[in-house]
């Protein structure tokens, strides 16, 4: 059964950085396409990006120069980092797994996180 557990500092600083990991059990980061997500408080899910099997990687325009995702495959972990945070970066931070079926336009979020708050704030 795949797992995936967001982890990093539930408080970060404006104009710091903001680090998390995703912990994946059960599954090959090297199989799966996976996507990190957000939730501002009251707004709906905003991508970030996401890295493929290969080591690919994709931005949102409006994050990319400020978005590096990246992986360990010996831990088997994902990890986001977003640099000059101000306090509208504040949200809930998701990773998930997508699974592809039929062609690579058709797949859907197969296993989420349970997400974690940052909060970013002097």
């Known amino acids: 059964q795949v797992q995936l557990q967001e982890s990093g500092p539930g408080l970060v600083k404006p104009s710091q950085t903001l680090s998390l990991t995703c912990t994946v059990s059960?599954?090959?980061?090297?199989?799966?396409?996976y996507y990190w997500l957000r939730q501002p408080p009251g707004k709906g899910l905003e991508w970030i990006g996401y890295?493929?099997?290969?080591?690919?990687?994709d931005y949102s325009p409006s994050l990319k120069s400020r978005t590096s995702i990246s992986r360990d495959t010996s831990k088997n972990q994902l990890t986001l980092q977003l640099s000059s945070v101000t306090p509208e970066d504040t949200a809930v931070y998701y990773c998930?797994?997508?699974?592809?079926?039929?062609?690579?336009?058709?797949?859907?979020?197969?296993?989420w996180g349970q997400g974690t708050l940052v909060t970013v704030s002097s």
């Open positions: 059960g599954g090959s980061i090297t199989s799966n396409l």
């Open positions: 998930a797994r997508i699974v592809r079926y039929g062609s690579a336009t058709r797949w859907y979020f197969e296993v």
């Open positions: 890295i493929g099997g290969s080591g690919s990687t």
